[in-house]
């Protein structure tokens, strides 16, 4: 059985809300191995009569080290996700496998300009990512276009604010309502958003694209149309089409 495998009891060190619906939380994990910029874990609970539910979630943080960060997006009537977000509290224990996922990882030594594409919460591992770019010192070339419904659904605005302020290119797209003033229109990522807002396919960036299904696969269709290589797009994606 390799460490990946194991599941280890995680304790909560640390929650703060996070957008209008999730929560980001600090977990101690005894013994945890570490990961890479990009991977995520399994987080299980165990209800009183035994019942159990598992379900995945990225972590936003990467490196050595037993403290680990991820977010949860409260998912409405779901089994795992509520309690993450409303109920867990400093002290409560959880489990935890991982790190899980060797395809959708960044790391610094890799020259080439990155793009990173993130919905709603798929930031998360994106954000892990710009991090570990920042902590490694890299010189490659990075931008972020993080596309949300409203200002008040993002994730991780201090930390985005402090990496933009540290080098990040960092574009916005408001999917329902634009802050008073934003030069986009609100409206779904398109073509034109992707013209003004990534590295061009010719610099061949590699490009991250995280979040819901159906954006991750119109994103990744129309960077395709744009002459990025299908080879060169990471995707990860969660829910339903």
């Given at each position: 059985m390799t460490t990946a495998t194991l599941w280890?009891?995680?304790?909560?060190?640390?929650?703060?809300?996070?957008a209008s619906h999730g929560r980001v939380l600090g977990l101690r994990v005894d013994g945890w191995p570490?990961?890479?910029?990009?991977?995520?874990?399994?987080?299980?609970?165990?209800?009183?009569?035994?019942?159990?539910?598992?379900?995945?979630?990225?972590?936003?943080?990467?490196?050595?080290?037993e403290v680990l960060e991820l977010a949860v997006d409260e998912v409405p009537d779901g089994?795992?996700?509520p309690y993450?977000?409303?109920d867990v509290r400093p002290g409560d224990e959880l489990e935890i496998r991982g790190p899980i996922g060797g395809y959708f990882v960044w790391t610094p030594d890799r020259p080439e300009p990155v793009q990173?594409?993130?919905?709603?919460?798929?930031?998360?591992?994106?954000?892990?990512i710009a991090r570990a770019h920042e902590h490694s010192g890299s010189s490659a070339p990075m931008r972020l276009l993080y596309a949300v419904r409203s200002a008040q659904d993002?994730?991780?605005?201090?930390?985005?604010?402090?990496?933009?302020?540290?080098?990040?290119?960092v574009d916005w797209a408001y999917s329902r309502v634009a802050p008073p003033g934003f030069a986009r229109p609100a409206g779904r990522v398109d073509a034109a958003t992707l013209v003004a807002s990534t590295f061009a396919s010719s610099l061949e960036p590699s490009?991250?694209?995280?979040?819901?299904?159906?954006?991750?696969?119109?994103?990744?269709d129309l960077l395709v149309l744009a002459g990025h290589a299908p080879d060169r797009i990471r995707t990860e994606r969660f829910g339903g089409a």
């Amino acid at each position: 059985m390799t460490t990946a495998t194991l599941w280890r009891p995680a304790s909560v060190l640390t929650t703060r809300s996070a957008a209008s619906h999730g929560r980001v939380l600090g977990l101690r994990v005894d013994g945890w191995p570490g990961n890479l910029a990009g991977q995520h874990v399994d987080v299980r609970l165990t209800a009183e009569d035994g019942y159990q539910a598992v379900r995945s979630y990225s972590l936003a943080s990467s490196g050595p080290g037993e403290v680990l960060e991820l977010a949860v997006d409260e998912v409405p009537d779901g089994e795992v996700s509520p309690y993450l977000v409303q109920d867990v509290r400093p002290g409560d224990e959880l489990e935890i496998r991982g790190p899980i996922g060797g395809y959708f990882v960044w790391t610094p030594d890799r020259p080439e300009p990155v793009q990173l594409i993130a919905g709603g919460s798929g930031i998360v591992p994106l954000m892990a990512i710009a991090r570990a770019h920042e902590h490694s010192g890299s010189s490659a070339p990075m931008r972020l276009l993080y596309a949300v419904r409203s200002a008040q659904d993002a994730f991780f605005v201090d930390d985005i604010d402090r990496l933009a302020r540290n080098g990040l290119v960092v574009d916005w797209a408001y999917s329902r309502v634009a802050p008073p003033g934003f030069a986009r229109p609100a409206g779904r990522v398109d073509a034109a958003t992707l013209v003004a807002s990534t590295f061009a396919s010719s610099l061949e960036p590699s490009v991250y694209v995280c979040g819901p299904t159906g954006f991750v696969e119109a994103v990744a269709d129309l960077l395709v149309l744009a002459g990025h290589a299908p080879d060169r797009i990471r995707t990860e994606r969660f829910g339903g089409a």
